[in-house]
T-cell receptor
């Protein structure tokens, strides 16, 4: 079973860039069966899918964040990353990384493995 | 974006009860509907995918039904470990969206 673990700073200043990394163990991030995703959870908005990345670097994002969000993958380290630019207090949330099936092959997109989450606070 | 609406937002039930949670999509999502269970301080756990398919290892007291816009998650004979928050999620079209969650509490 794969294990996912988020890492990054717990506190980010407004207008700065949030950088998070998800380390994947127990499976290869280059497995073509899967995409790798970021999801966040805040009290006011529930769970929100942010975007997904394939091992080749193909990405897709939720439209509301597309202008500020960059996802990338490092196959040599078996990890993937999130960069969210120009953060505000509204970006404070619990951020999860997760795995899902390749939608172009399988159609369905259940998030079957998740990290434990990392709490991010945006504050000066 | 497809809006997912769960009802109720919370409910109180006793051990042994049958519980039903409803999820409604703002447009047709076929059977591309998944259910998750989340306990405090933990990540969501996939229970059911494709509306009615039990994820491996999930107890058979959980079941899912529905298609199109209306879906249900049922828990037969509620167990102490089932008190949690349940989320639905559509995977018909991007952006994939979640319901706001239903909290199942002990009566």
């Amino acid at each position: 079973q794969p294990q996912l673990q988020e890492s990054g700073p717990g506190l980010v200043k407004p207008s700065e860039t949030l950088s998070l990394t998800c380390n994947v163990s127990g499976g290869s991030i280059s497995d073509t069966t899967y995409y790798w995703a970021w999801i966040r959870q805040s009290p006011g908005k529930g769970l929100e899918w942010l975007g997904s990345v394939f091992h080749t670097g193909i990405t897709f994002y939720t439209p509301s964040l597309e202008s500020r969000l960059t996802l990338s993958v490092d196959t040599s380290m078996n990890q993937f990353s999130l960069r969210l630019h120009s953060v505000t207090a509204a970006d404070s949330a619990l951020y999860f990384c997760a795995r899902h099936l390749n939608p172009t092959v399988f159609g369905i997109v259940p998030f079957d493995y998740w990290g434990r989450g990392i709490l991010i606070t945006v504050s000066s | 974006d497809i809006q997912m609406t769960q009802s109720p937002s919370s409910l109180s039930a006793s051990v042994g009860d049958r519980v039903t949670i409803t999820c409604r999509a703002s447009q047709n999502v076929g059977n591309y509907l998944n259910w998750y269970q989340q306990k405090p301080g933990k990540a969501p756990k996939l229970l059911i995918h494709s509306a009615s398919n039990l994820q491996t290892g999930v107890p058979s007291r959980f079941s899912g039904d529905g298609s199109g816009t209306d879906f249900t998650l049922a828990i037969d004979s509620l167990q102490p470990e089932d008190f949690a928050t349940y989320h639905c999620q559509q995977s018909d079209s991007s952006p994939w969206t979640f319901g706001q969650g239903t909290k199942v509490e002990i009566k």
